[in-house]
């Protein structure tokens, strides 16, 4: 199992935000996590990436003890979890290359040549190789969600996070960025995506749980 909770709950701030969590995570497995705003899948992906911190009987996620992990380790559990943001977090004076080159040169790759070739291995997996010299605010919502999703692949993580990624767009685009979520599991990584919209549960078959009176359940 990447994740496995049993009977955790997870507070934000002083708030009780979700209790009695037991939820595991398989190996190239795609879920959705769907439930009301302010319900929670928020806090409960903050959660797995050591942002929030949770009590309870279990909580690993890749093989990281989250009730005891230390500062020093957090970094290292974060580098194996790719996390498309809702509010895109794009350096937005600089073109998609150079955003893609700067999460890797935070994340400690220091060879150029390498550099490279991992970026154009993702930009062409993802069929956005002639996106990379043009600035963020020049995309369209799916080109930037696509670029999104791109960055979070750099580091080849086992899981990826994926918050509210058809938030504002169209249905047909909306359908497009799921379907290039699930097809990730093809190459092994497991997928958590958050969303309340109706329409793409409906419309895509898929594993789903939801967030209902502060705890999760399978659907």
Known sequence: MLIDYQDISIKYDTHLVLKN????????????LTGKIGSGKTTFLKSIYAEVPVSGKRAEVLGFNLLKIKKRKIPVLRRKIGYVFQDMKFLNDRNVYDNLHFVLRATGWTNEVKIKTRIYEIVKMLEIEDLTQAMPYELSGGQLQKTAIARALLNNPPLLLADEPTANLDTETA????????KLTSY????????HDRQILEQIPATTYSIQDGTIQKL
């Open 188 to 195: 092994g990584i497991s997928v958590i995506v958050a969303t």
């Open 175 to 182: 359908a497009q960025i799921i379907g290039i979520l699930q």
């Open 21 to 32: 969590i037991n939820f595991q995570l398989a190996e190239a497995q795609f879920i959705f």
